[in-house]
């Protein structure tokens, strides 16, 4: 599966942004999807995840409350609706799908990676 991630921009703190990501084939369904990002210096870090049918959601603890990730199954897209931004938020952010069966923050588990999209927060 391709996944193509967009929506980033150059926000103000406190502000919103929608990131989508649109993925290719027919098995969209399928895969556990998730979003990290990866700030300049920093290692990928897991942002939120979201199970195949949609019913089931974990958030990493420094976005819980602010951030909420969903997904369109017959649109094949995951988006991450991103509220009361703040600098830290800062990162170029990445979709990613799993074909496992469990959700799994860990990085390495996923197989497909989509491109970055940049996030900026200013102060």
């Known amino acids: 599966v391709r996944l193509q991630a967009s929506g980033g921009g150059l926000v103000q703190a406190g502000d919103s942004l929608r990131l989508s990501c649109a993925a290719s084939?027919?098995?969209?369904?399928?895969?556990?999807m998730a979003w990290f990002r990866q700030a300049p210096g920093k290692e990928r870090e897991f942002v939120a995840q979201i199970s195949r049918s949609g019913r089931s959601t974990y958030y990493a603890d420094s976005v819980k409350g602010r951030f909420t990730i969903s997904r369109d199954n017959a649109e094949n897209t995951v988006y991450l609706q991103m509220n009361s931004l703040r600098p830290e938020d800062t990162a170029v952010y990445y979709c990613a799908a799993d074909s496992g069966y469990d959700l799994d923050s860990n990085p390495l588990v996923y197989d497909y990676w989509g491109t970055g999209t940049q996030v900026t927060v200013s102060s």
């Open positions: 084939g027919r098995s969209f369904g399928r895969y556990i």
